[in-house]
């Protein structure tokens, strides 16, 4: 080749590269996170700290008149907190530095009424800066709740208030050193103490509090902390305190819709897709029913599947998690408490232990060139993303294995630093050389994780239907999670039915009906079957692949209620014998009041059962009670009669024993109530017979 054919060679070379379409990073769609948004959004999981003068008053919300003499811990140990959270696999910790009913865990200048003149280390101590010390320690960040709303100050409701607001805000944001969160209630103005003048204030909570200057004070002394609040403006409320986001959500919201008091909260679980600011969700929920601690609460710590439902359906949902902890009287989260957070740590560890997409071979339908490849989203940074070629909105990854795999669990990351794309995706796999449909679902975001029953596959395929413009899938990931092994659920019916409940498909239950520990040589659960006497039921999971057991459930079950009936009352009586521990009856009148139930037939009865409302506000607890019983129905032989002893901080099922007798009508009259209300407060009542 002479050296004139070589130049025009070169030439020609030059000019196809120059005529190839450059690939340019992609242009923001809608609007975008900020750097403080992105970093808080990282966290994914961190904790609540409610804990303040309603702990020891044993109320959710305080009027304001309450004496600081009252806040007294007995072992206050903010690092026991942190740990808790640490070892948990939280993040960070978020404390209720001032609840509604204005009583400051600082010593604040602004208010007597502090820590400053609570009897706790004589008045010296500052729970705050404890914490804030406690989070630096074990690597947590560290944020703060300060609510607008101060039913304790005489000046709330005028602007001078205002001013001790912002000074109090001041003194957070200047001596507790770096803040990720503020945290802003949406309750505001109502009735309260106000300094002794006991009435009722309103305030516009759009323009009292001076908002501009709220968030001047914050972004100079804290510029990396997120501000919450229902609408922003860096974090929204998701809408409900269930820690559930929508199976729909978009970070950006219409900003100026969904204010507190809008009226509009119900969109927040979902976002807006034409959402004019970035507003991304967090997810609040409690462990226990209540916000702050009640000893009543101590038998409802939300159980491991409960727990495992708000993750995948928080964080799975393009959301963060902030779970709350009530900090007891003395001082510490609750052993209870810890045991459930910590079962969830281990299991998550284990649903997420082996990324399969790692050694995967992933390719896609195309790449923008060759700083966009399939292979960026299982590089392990997050920064680097896949983008298909120009025009290319509908597009797909495959993630093709070198042998079968059992998978469950599929995670995928956009890469939101330039905005929220996806519209709908497809989750297929390739099973016996066909494309199955798994799952589907709208959004994405940050993070969506899909669970899925156990399927087998060569490969799997997403497929992006929509999106706004050309998805940036930044990270995926695929798991096969190990089934739950928790102890199965007994549950009867009123017609005496029962059925087995496992959490987890692909777990067999095996049962027995005579006092033995069952296990895999025992009866073999298929369908709900039926008992008409008295008979204690166990029943344990079993894992036939792994050849494990969960623990045994065991619950003793008498006759069915399905002939019983109430006698001569009114307004869904029925509830309190309806097999429905969800459902509850209430009669109101001075106590006592009573119940008459006929159990359709005459039984041997050695005992009844009472168990109260459930729920987080409960009524007609019923503390001293009496229990009659009748075989006409006319005249009333007493066999029990007594007290439910601490049922007001230990509401559970109550079992009451008593000499045999034969009967086929009961009387039970509620004598006096837990909270002296003149409510009778029924779940569920029952007959223990021979």
């Known amino acids: 080749m002479n050296k004139k054919t070589l130049i025009i060679l070169l030439v020609l070379v030059i000019s196809l590269v120059s005529c190839k379409e450059k690939v340019t990073k992609p242009e923001p769609v809608g609007p975008i996170p900020s750097q403080r948004q992105l970093a808080w959004q990282d966290l994914k999981y961190y904790a609540f700290i409610h804990f303040n003068m309603n702990t020891f008053t044993d109320m959710e919300w305080g009027e304001g008149g309450e004496s600081p003499k009252n806040f007294n811990p007995t072992n206050l140990d903010t690092r026991q907190w942190a ?12 404390i209720t530095a001032k609840h509604h009913d204005g009583f400051c865990l600082w010593p604040t200048e602004t208010t007597e009424h502090s820590v400053k003149n609570s009897p706790w280390k004589n008045g010296e101590g500052d729970v705050v800066k404890e914490l804030a010390e406690a989070c630096e320690e074990f690597g947590l960040k560290f944020g703060v709740y300060l609510s607008p709303w101060d039913r304790n100050h005489p000046e709330y409701g005028r602007e001078a208030y205002v001013d001790v607001f912002h000074k109090q805000l001041e003194e957070l944001m200047t001596n ?6 503020v945290w802003f209630d949406g309750a505001n103005g109502g009735t309260g103490y106000y300094g002794g003048a006991n009435e009722h204030r309103k305030i516009d909570h759009r323009d009292y509090y001076g908002w501009e200057k709220v968030i001047s004070i914050i972004r100079e002394h804290q510029p990396d902390a997120v501000i919450f609040g229902d609408n922003g403006p860096d974090v929204r409320w998701v809408g409900n305190e269930d820690g559930i986001a929508g199976e729909t959500n978009w970070s950006p919201i219409r900003k100026d819709e969904v204010y507190a008091g809008s009226g509009n909260h119900g969109e927040l679980p979902y976002g807006h897709i034409d959402g004019t600011h970035w507003v991304p969700a967090e997810a609040d929920v409690s462990i226990r029913p209540g916000w702050y601690y009640h000893a009543r609460e101590d038998h409802q710590v939300k159980t491991l599947p409960h727990l495992l439902d708000i993750y995948y359906k928080s964080v799975g949902r393009n959301a963060t998690l902030l779970l709350n ?44 060139g060759s700083d966009y ?6 590089n392990g940074n997050t920064e680097a993303y896949w983008m298909p070629e120009k025009e290319s909105i509908k597009s797909y990854i495959t993630i093709q294995f070198d042998e079968p795999q059992e998978v469950n669990r ?34 994405i975001g940050y993070k969506r994780i899909l669970r899925f029953d156990v399927v087998k596959v060569d490969a799997l395929r997403l497929s992006i239907l929509d999106a706004k413009a050309r998805p940036l899938i930044s990270n995926i990931e695929v798991y096969r999670a190990p089934l739950v092994m928790e102890a199965p659920q007994i549950i009867q019916n009123k017609s005496g039915e029962i059925n087995l409940e496992s959490y987890d498909n692909g777990l067999e239950i095996y049962y027995t009906l005579n006092g033995e520990k069952p296990n895999k040589d025992s009866e073999h659960y298929s369908e709900a079957f039926v008992l008409q006497d008295p008979t204690q039921v166990m029943a344990v999971a079993y894992n036939p692949t792994t050849n494990s057991y969960s623990e045994i459930s065991t619950k003793r079950l008498d006759v069915p209620k399905k002939n019983w009936k109430v006698i001569d009352e009114k ?20 106590l006592p009041q009573e119940i008459i139930v006929d159990l359709g037939a005459s039984y041997n009865l050695k005992g009844f059962t009472y168990l109260p409302h459930q729920s987080r506000w409960p009524q007609g607890v019923i503390a001293d009670y009496e229990f009659l019983v009748s075989q006409n129905g006319k005249q009333w032989t007493k066999v ?3 007290e439910f002893s601490n049922i007001k901080n230990n509401p559970i099922e109550q079992l009451i024993e008593f000499k045999t007798t034969k009967a086929r009508y009961f009387k039970f009259i ?5 909270d002296d209300s003149e409510v009778l407060g029924i779940a569920e009542i029952g007959v223990i017979t021979e």
Request: aromatic share 6%.
């Open 83 to 94: 740990k808790t959270a640490k070892e948990a696999g939280m993040k960070g910790i978020i």
């Open 410 to 443: 599929f995670v995928a990351q956009e890469y939101i630093a330039l905005g929220q794309r996806v519209k709908s995706f497809e989750l297929e796999g390739l099973i016996d050389g066909e494309w199955k449909n798994i799952s589907s679902g709208t959004t």
């Open 176 to 181: 507790y050193g770096p803040i990720f969160e």
């Open 670 to 674: 509620g004598k006096r109530s837990a």
């Open 325 to 368: 902890l009530p900090v007891d009287t003395r001082g510490l989260v609750h052993e209870k408490d810890i045991e459930q957070l910590m079962k969830l740590r281990k299991q998550l560890d284990k649903d997420f232990a082996e990324n399969l997409a790692t050694n995967a071979n992933v390719t896609a339908s195309s790449e923008a």
């Open 640 to 642: 029990s009669e007594g």
């Open 373 to 378: 490849t399939a292979q960026n989203m299982i």
């Open 571 to 590: 307004d869904e009586a029925d509830k309190i014998i309806d097999a429905n521990i969800n459902s509850v009856w209430t009669k109101e009148g001075k």
